[in-house]
């Protein structure tokens, strides 16, 4: 509830109100500000990103990172959707900010739950980077090329059910790790191919392995796929972060992902389902797609919408009402089941054990 409060007041600010907020609303820095980071490669340079525009913005304050290990990094053997999804990997940096070990976080905003507990909030999302997903090969040019029973590796629902819909005769197996790991699954020849996040890609200076980009005709993108978003608690200290840190909220980003994370809200909030959502935003209109399926791909239901793009949350609702309308909640319901109740096992066995890395 919290992070869709913070979420709507971004979506919603005018350009003006930014412009206003940055040049005369903006409060004293403290004298330093800590990031909070997962410590793969990816998270770094975002987490790096995201310090030096601080840094530029700020540059009497002091602005550090703190890596760490989230249990998303350690359970490496299953499935996500498996153990507990995507709130594994926001867990320890939340309780980092909680503790005042940190002040703010930096995720990839794909795996931030849609609901964030309670006293924390999303108080900027950045400017997104490439949105699709990649063809990763050594060997084909891309999934067409791919011969009946190649294997093709990926961990996501979403690129699972839709790669198989089209491609029944290709082997899908899971791939996890982080992006380093996954490719050198790949270059070890486990895979024939894999599928991986552009923005990943770009980001960290390997858009060279990229054999192809799919259209979000043939794979439409997961909720916040490329976007960088920056997660805060709610302070004692009566610091704003939230108007620190309103400069780096990129307008037509937020809105594009409050739309997509209202349709993924609809459905199930932070579970792990084969779930598309993709908004785009061109001179404050938005185009919103979603589409959900079964695993296997074998029913699907699809919608999209136009509007104005100050009508982000609307917008998805009007999609998620489209998505029923074709008996999504059906088609997502074994799914859905199977990962609230992972959810519940994940959220007592933190609250039961410390965090491995506290
Ligand atoms: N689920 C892991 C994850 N979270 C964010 C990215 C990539 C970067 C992004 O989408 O912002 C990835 C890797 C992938 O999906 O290949």
């Not at 793969?40 to 990103?49: D, I, K, P, V, Y």
């Not at 590796?153 to 996890?176: D, E, F, M, N, W």
């Not at 704003?240 to 809105?255: G, M, S």
Request: with cysteine.
């Amino acid at each position: 509830m919290r992070e869709l409060t913070g979420l709507r007041r971004l979506a919603s600010a005018t350009a003006k109100e930014l412009v206003l907020k940055t040049s005369e609303l903006v409060p004293t820095p403290p004298s330093q500000l800590v990031i909070a980071s997962r410590e793969s490669r990816l998270a770094m340079w975002q987490a790096e990103h995201v310090r030096v525009r601080l840094q530029q913005l700020y540059p009497q304050c002091d602005v550090k990172i703190l890596g760490m290990t989230t249990r998303g990094d350690q359970i490496l053997d299953r499935t996500l959707s498996k153990v507990g999804g995507k709130g594994l990997f926001v867990k320890e940096l939340e309780v980092a900010m909680a503790e005042g070990r940190a002040d703010l976080a930096v995720h990839s905003l794909k795996d931030v739950p849609m609901e964030l507990p309670e006293g924390f909030a999303l108080a900027a999302v950045l400017e997104r980077e490439d949105p699709r997903d990649a063809f990763v090969s050594n060997d084909y040019d891309s999934l067409d090329a791919l011969p009946a029973g190649a294997v093709l590796g990926t961990s996501s629902l979403r690129r699972q059910a839709l790669i198989a819909a089209r491609y029944p005769h290709l082997v899908i197996k899971p791939l996890r790790g982080n992006l380093d790991t996954r490719l050198g699954k790949l270059d070890r020849g486990e895979y024939a191919a894999i599928i991986l996040a552009a923005a990943g890609l770009k980001r960290l200076g390997l858009a060279q392995r990229i054999r192809a980009v799919l259209p979000p005709e043939a794979s439409l993108p997961a909720a916040g796929q490329g976007a960088m978003a920056i997660e805060i608690a709610e302070r004692q200290d009566g610091l704003d972060l939230q108007a620190l840190l309103a400069p780096l909220n990129d307008l037509p980003t937020a809105q594009a992902v409050a739309a997509e994370r209202k349709v993924s809200k609809v459905f199930g909030g932070s579970c792990q389902v084969p779930l598309a959502a993709f908004a785009t935003v061109d001179a404050g209109q938005m185009h919103l797609r979603a589409m959900v399926a079964t695993p296997d791909g074998l029913r699907m239901a699809s919608a999209e919408v136009s509007g104005a793009a100050a009508d982000a949350e609307a917008l998805g609702l009007q999609v998620a009402e489209l998505l029923k309308a074709q008996d999504a909640v059906d088609i997502l319901s074994s799914c859905l089941s199977e990962a609230a109740q992972a959810e519940a096992d994940a959220r007592s066995a933190t609250l039961a054990a410390p965090a491995p890395d506290a």
